[in-house]
């Protein structure tokens, strides 16, 4: 079976630095249950009692915003005015979830369930699996995820599709590689990567046909440990994943056939693609977790090296202008790098051990 791993992003028109409300970042601050709300180049509030934020997820739909907390809440908010609509608890450690057109799916770890609730954040069911659930995702009237301690991914069918509430039924289940870790989606592709298992697993969702992919380096050698694929970047025509245990970005084409390793100056956590795909942001751990290095995706070759006054826990590229937030967690401040020229643009305060950064843009009046 040959198969495609290409992730088309939208590409963006750059406009003169200037700035706009358009585009409000949600930036997770970490260690006080709290969310910054950074507007015009400024951190203008902060919606609190949010939880615990120690890895704090967020998604949009429309105007509708949930984040989820590391101790099982999840909470609804009206992106445009930060107010918050619904909470529920729906167990002592939740993982990830997914927003349906009529519910939110919730894959706990720390009940071993999975939750259905209503776009309010009511409850309509409660799936046990007797494993931490992780992967979770949507295709069609399927819902699916992995079992982190059974060795398996779960594809549920929504017996009510199309007619009301979800009623979501066993439809078919995989055993797959040792302890699934993390998983995305393509199209009607279902790739889930593995702890213990060197390669990802690949499911066809139309076909329901299960295969395992190897991926190896020059030298033909099996990689690929824990590929947490929130980590990874892709592009039209390539794949950039960050090595595990080694000072290097490995690049592949979208059939994973091997091109080359880009070294780089520490050990890569995380990669970011560009909006126009022209550039690649790389951040590091250990002595490297202050610095960023900017890689050409044509030539393969870093350009950029910027080093901050603290820890990288992530970075945002923004959609309309050129520029990238970055969260230096040690100063409690969030950097702005201008992509045009490739300098520290601005600053922003009042940011709390800062995390993760969601973009919301906000739609055009007319």
């Known amino acids: 079976m040959r198969f495609l791993l290409s992730v088309l992003l939208l590409g963006s028109t750059f406009f003169s630095i200037t700035l706009s409300a358009k585009e409000k970042y949600f930036v997770v601050e970490r260690e006080s249950e709290s969310v910054a709300v950074i507007e015009d180049g400024l951190a203008k509030r902060h919606m609190k009692h949010m939880h615990n934020m120690n890895h704090g997820v967020m998604k949009f739909d429309g ?23 619904a909470e529920y608890k729906t167990s002592k450690s939740a993982i990830g979830f997914v927003i349906g057109k ?15 609730l209503t776009r309010d954040l009511k409850p309509i069911d409660k799936i046990v699996t007797g494993s931490k659930n992780v992967g979770i995702k949507i295709y069609k009237d399927m819902l699916i995820f992995a079992q982190m301690d059974n060795d398996k991914v779960t594809v549920l069918k929504d017996e009510n599709y199309g007619k009301g509430l979800p009623k979501f039924k066993t439809f078919k289940e995989f055993n797959v590689g040792k302890m699934p870790f993390d998983a995305m989606i393509k199209k009607n592709t279902y790739i889930v990567g593995f702890f213990l298992t060197k390669g990802f697993g690949v499911i066809d969702l139309d076909t329901m046909k299960y295969h395992l992919i190897k991926v190896t380096d020059e030298e033909n050698k099996p990689v690929l440990k824990v590929p947490h694929f929130g980590f990874w970047s892709l592009s039209k025509e390539r794949t950039f994943i960050p090595a595990v245990g080694d000072n290097a970005v490995m690049v592949y084409d979208n059939n994973f056939k091997f091109i080359q390793n880009i070294k780089t100056q520490g050990l890569p956590v995380f990669t970011s693609l560009s909006p126009d795909q022209k550039y690649l942001a790389v951040t590091y751990s250990g002595k490297n977790f202050p610095t960023i290095q900017i890689i050409d995706t044509k030539t393969l070759k870093i350009i950029k090296t910027f080093t901050f006054k603290g820890k990288v826990l992530h970075v945002r590229w923004s959609q309309k202008y050129p520029e990238l937030y970055v969260s230096v967690n040690d100063a409690n401040q969030v950097n702005v790098i201008n992509t045009d020229e490739w300098f520290l643009e601005r600053e922003i305060y009042q940011v709390k051990h800062p995390s993760g950064i969601f973009l919301y843009q906000m739609p055009d009046k007319k």
């Open 63 to 85: 105007n509708d915003a949930y984040i989820i907390s590391r101790d099982g809440y999840i909470i609804k908010f009206d992106a445009r005015t930060e107010k918050k609509e």
């Open 102 to 116: 009529n519910y939110v799916a919730v894959a706990n770890y720390d009940d071993k369930s999975v939750d259905i």
